[in-house]
Nanobody, 115 residues
Framework: QVQLVESGGGAVQAGGSLRLSCAAS????????MAWYRRAPGNEHQLVAL???????QYEASVKGRFTISRDTAKNTVDLQMSSLKPEDTAVYYC?????????WGQGTQVTVSS
């Protein structure tokens, strides 16, 4: 059973950067596709970035060029480097498989970007 724990969120001003990390209790290397999602109040989970087992990446259009997803097999984490943050990036960020596995949703980590 894999348990995912997100960390690294915080409050920053527009234009700032944050690095989110997703730590897994089990091996994420056995999972083909890992992803970061975000959920703003009143909205559903939105796919932000996807990392395939072969290293391929996909990004939601609004974060392309600003966010980078990566996997650290030594640390068993999947990270999301976020730069040039905008107020509309404010949300709770979660990691999960893609497609998402309901049992893997964790508490997420809050990202708040002020203008």
């Amino acid at each position: 059973q894999v348990q995912l724990v997100e960390s690294g969120g915080g409050a920053v001003q527009a234009g700032g950067s944050l690095r989110l990390s997703c730590a897994a209790s089990g091996s994420v290397t056995s999972i083909n596709n890992m992803a970061w999602y975000r959920r703003a109040p009143g909205n559903e989970h939105q796919l932000v970035a996807l990392l395939g087992v072969g290293g391929s990446t996909q990004y939601e259009a609004s974060v392309k060029g600003r966010f980078t997803i990566s996997r650290d097999t030594a640390k068993n984490t999947v990270d999301l480097q976020m730069s040039s943050l905008k107020p509309e990036d404010t949300a709770v960020y979660y990691c999960n498989t893609w497609p998402p596995t309901s049992a893997y949703w964790g508490q997420g980590t809050q990202v708040t970007v002020s203008s």
